[in-house]
C-alpha cells in the first residue's frame, strides 16, 4: 500500500470523524496512508473497506483503539503556556478553593486530551505550589490513546525534560541513578492527586463521575469541525459547575458558544 485512493481516503476520514471527532484534510493523507498501512499489514485485512469494517464488528474495539492511537498526535510538556498557569496560581485556585470551602468536596479539575501526562502533573504542581502537598484537590486527566496513558501513569520523564527549572525538578522530582541517571521520577505526593482514565470526547456515555470545577481542553479540538466542536463543548458544560473555568488553547476560539461558555480572557472561558 503506497497510498491512500480517494475513495479510502473519503471512508476513512468519515469513519474517524464519526467516531472521534477527528477531522482529516489533504495534509494529513499521507499519515494517515502510513498508519493503515501499518494496520492492514498487522492484520490481514485485504483492504480499507474491509479492515474498517471488522472496527464495528464483535471485537473490533481493541483494534480500533489502535488505529485511533495511531493517528492522534501528542505534543506537551510541562507548563505549556505560562500566562495561563500563572492565572490558576494566582487567581483561579485560591478563588475556587474559597468557593468550596465548607461544602465537603475536593476542588475537581479534569485535563482532557492529557497525552504523556506533563499536562495533570503541571497542574499537580501548580496546586502544590499554590495551596500546600495536602490540599483538597482531585485532577482527573483522560485521553484516547492508552499508550500515552500508560506512560502517563508512570510518572516517570527525562531528566531534562522542556519546562521544568532546576528548583521544580529539586522540589517534585526524585532524579534517577545509575542506569537511570538521565531520568526523573515525580514524587508520590505529586502523582496521588492525579487519576488517569481513557475517554473518548465522542462517546456519549460520558462516565467521568465528577462535577468539574476547571477543565483544561487545550488543543484537543483543533481538529474537529464546527457541530463536533458545539457537541464537545455542550458535553464539557454538562459536566462542569456553574462558574467553572474552561482553558483552550490560543487557537481555539468558541465565542460562537455564549449560551454555554462566556470569555474571561484571551484562553479562558467561564461556565454559564
Avoid at 243 to 270: A, C, M, P, W
Wanted: glycine share 8%.
Amino acid at each position: 500500500m503506497t497510498g491512500l485512493t480517494d475513495a479510502d481516503f473519503a471512508v476513512t476520514r468519515e469513519f474517524l470523524l464519526a467516531t472521534a471527532g477527528l477531522v482529516f484534510d489533504e495534509s494529513r493523507r499521507a499519515g494517515l496512508s502510513a498508519v493503515l498501512a501499518d494496520r492492514l499489514r498487522v492484520t490481514g485485512a485485504g483492504s480499507v473497506p474491509a479492515y474498517l469494517e471488522t472496527l464495528d464488528g464483535d471485537g473490533g474495539e481493541l483494534e480500533r483503539q489502535r488505529l485511533l492511537d495511531g493517528v492522534t498526535v501528542q505534543e506537551t510538556h510541562f507548563f505549556r503556556n505560562t500566562p495561563q498557569m500563572e492565572a490558576l496560581r494566582r487567581r483561579v485556585l485560591p478563588e475556587l478553593l474559597r468557593r468550596a470551602a465548607g461544602r465537603d468536596r475536593p476542588l475537581t479539575i479534569w485535563s482532557a486530551g492529557c497525552s504523556t501526562g506533563e499536562e495533570p502533573y503541571t497542574l499537580a504542581m501548580t496546586v502544590a505550589e499554590t495551596l500546600g502537598a495536602n490540599a483538597d484537590v482531585k485532577i482527573i486527566a483522560s485521553d484516547i490513546d492508552t499508550k500515552v496513558l500508560a506512560t502517563a501513569a508512570r510518572g516517570v520523564y527525562p531528566a531534562d525534560s522542556r519546562g521544568l527549572s532546576p528548583e521544580r525538578l529539586r522540589r517534585h522530582c526524585l532524579r534517577g541513578t545509575g542506569d537511570n541517571a538521565g531520568f526523573m521520577r515525580l514524587k508520590p505526593e505529586l502523582t496521588r492527586l492525579v487519576e488517569f482514565r481513557a475517554h473518548n470526547l465522542m462517546d456519549e456515555r460520558w462516565s467521568l463521575g465528577e462535577p468539574f470545577d476547571i477543565v483544561f481542553c487545550r488543543n484537543v479540538m483543533i481538529y474537529f469541525d464546527h457541530a463536533t466542536q458545539r457537541k464537545v463543548l455542550e458535553r464539557i458544560h454538562g459536566v462542569m459547575r456553574p462558574g467553572g473555568l474552561l482553558f483552550v488553547g490560543h487557537s481555539e476560539n468558541f465565542t460562537d458558544s455564549r449560551d454555554l461558555f462566556v470569555l474571561q480572557g484571551k484562553t479562558i472561558y467561564k461556565r454559564v
